[in-house]
Nanobody
Framework: QVQLVESGGGAVQAGGSLRLSCAAS????????MSWFRQAPGKEREFVGA????????YSSGSVKGRFTISRDNAKNTMALQMNSLKPEDTAVYYC?????????????????????WGQGTQVTVSS
């Protein structure tokens, strides 16, 4: 089993920045694909981006591209999501997810059912 815990959420004004962290524990592995998803009220869970164990990244082709950056520290079993130029539409609960598989395509990486392990989520609220 792998346990994931997100932190770093909060309230920020539009144009600001936040850095989310995801700490993994348990049967961790540097080969896991780790990802960020988000879910706004009344909407489906949305893929933000993923990072392979090697550090290769896949980002959503949506509005986050160019503003959000994913990184990981395999030695510390952590992953981060740096969010810049935040917009009110970025308001959501952000979830960390991990998969034993390595994904090279956005099609596979963007599916919630590709991930066996999930964190509890952290709220991000962006005000205008």
């Amino acid at each position: 089993q792998v346990q994931l815990v997100e932190s770093g959420g909060g309230a920020v004004q539009a144009g600001g920045s936040l850095r989310l962290s995801c700490a993994a524990s348990g049967r961790t592995s540097s080969s896991y694909t780790m990802s960020w998803f988000r879910q706004a009220p009344g909407k489906e869970r949305e893929f933000v981006g993923a990072i392979r164990g090697s550090g290769g990244t896949i980002y959503s082709s949506g509005s986050v591209k160019g503003r959000f950056t994913i990184s990981r520290d395999n030695a510390k079993n952590t992953m981060a999501l740096q969010m810049n130029s935040l917009k009110p539409e970025d308001t959501a609960v952000y979830y960390c997810a991990a998969s034993l598989s390595t994904y090279y395509s956005s099609t596979a990486a963007s599916r919630p059912d590709s991930y066996a392990y999930w964190g509890q989520g952290t709220q991000v609220t962006v005000s205008s």
